[in-house]
């Protein structure tokens, strides 16, 4: 079973995801930054993709660019933020969480071919 680490503030979209990637089969992590991500890699939980939700991207999205060296990352933002050059691909809000979901699955796809 893949593991996603859904990261933001937003506790709302955050469950939401989280829920329908477990219906889904996808074990689905909450964390509330990429701090958190980093020390959840740290003891031993890596993820087969990440959902950052970044509106506005913050200095500590840096934490999250050495886990996309590994591992595909889902940036969602809003219109006319930069985007980092490690995004493996980016939703802009408003975004439904069908949308996210299908995005991870096209991730995920992707690392099985």
Known sequence: MPTVFVIGEDWTLRSLVRAELRE???EAL??????????AVATGTVPSAVVL???PLGGEALAL???SRSVP???VTSPGVP???WAAAVL??????????????????????
């Open 53 to 55: 939700d970044a509106t």
């Open 65 to 67: 660019e050495f886990l």
């Open 30 to 39: 909450g964390m509330e930054s990429p701090d958190e991500a980093a020390r």
């Open 24 to 26: 889904r089969g996808v």
């Open 92 to 113: 802009s809000k408003p975004v439904h969480v069908g949308e996210i979901v299908a995005s991870v699955e096209n991730l995920l796809k992707g690392l099985a071919a």
């Open 73 to 75: 990352v889902l940036l």
């Open 83 to 85: 985007v980092p050059s």
